[in-house]
Nanobody
Framework: QVQLVESGGGLVQAGGSLRLSCATSRSIFSINVMGWYRQVPGKQRDMVATITSGGTTNYADSVKGRFTISRDSAKKTVYLQMNSLKPEDTAVYYC?????????WGQGTQVTVSS
């Protein structure tokens, strides 16, 4: 089991940047996959970026070249650096972790991008 605590959301103008953080309760190397998903009201939760325990990253096409997922093993934290933000990036962002076949979610953090 793992607890996930997100921080770093907020309001930013289009073209700006934000960094989200997800602090975990266990070593990130013991977690098969970590990542970020986002959800807007009335729509499904979509993958934004993931990183495996081995360091392989994956991004949604809509954020490639703008967002970067990274991790700090000493701080047991995964980050999502978001640059060149667009109004369509507005959503609640959720930290995600998969350990074996179990999935875990953080409480979510709101990101709002104004035009």
């Amino acid at each position: 089991q793992v607890q996930l605590v997100e921080s770093g959301g907020g309001l930013v103008q289009a073209g700006g940047s934000l960094r989200l953080s997800c602090a975990t309760s266990r070593s990130i190397f013991s977690i098969n996959v970590m990542g970020w998903y986002r959800q807007v009201p009335g729509k499904q939760r979509d993958m934004v970026a993931t990183i495996t325990s081995g360091g392989t990253t994956n991004y949604a096409d809509s954020v490639k070249g703008r967002f970067t997922i990274s991790r700090d093993s000493a701080k047991k934290t995964v980050y999502l650096q978001m640059n060149s933000l667009k109004p369509e990036d507005t959503a609640v962002y959720y930290c995600y972790a998969r350990i074996s076949t179990s999935a875990y979610w953080g409480q979510g953090t709101q990101v709002t991008v104004s035009s």
